[in-house]
């Protein structure tokens, strides 16, 4: 199994400092304040909508008896709040036509290097 590669936040303040040309220091700032927000507007109960992108929002989960892996003791777990992400129709398709563009490009690939060619 191989490892999906991974964007960091360090990442993403390498793609504002290339996009913007500002200096470091304010490309961290841009990032952290976005985050800091959405991470605030979620506590307070709040919806955010980047459209085109998605939506994040809190879901309540019930409480339930679960089980201690270890000991097998059941233990009380109780109800709380979790963050969600609803993607974006748009990043639906969007990944998705990705995902049909790479699956295409890699059996036209395997195809031709089989000698399996259509042409006559």
């Given at each position: ?5 991974t ?7 390498e ?30 109960g ?23 892996p ?51």
């Amino acid at each position: 199994m191989t490892k999906q590669p991974t964007l960091t936040k360090a990442d993403l303040i390498e793609e504002v400092l290339k996009v913007t040309e500002l200096p470091r220091k304010e490309s961290e700032t841009i990032v952290e304040t976005i985050f800091d927000s959405i991470i605030e507007a979620i506590q307070k109960g709040e919806k955010i909508e980047i459209r085109g992108f998605g939506s994040f929002r809190t879901r309540q989960r019930r409480g339930r008896v679960g089980r201690n892996p270890k000991t097998g003791e059941k233990v009380e777990v109780p109800a709380k709040r979790i963050p969600f992400f609803k993607p974006s129709k748009e990043l639906k398709d969007f990944v998705n036509s990705d995902e049909a563009a790479a699956m295409t490009s890699a059996a036209e690939s395997a195809g031709a290097s089989s000698g399996n060619s259509t042409r006559s």
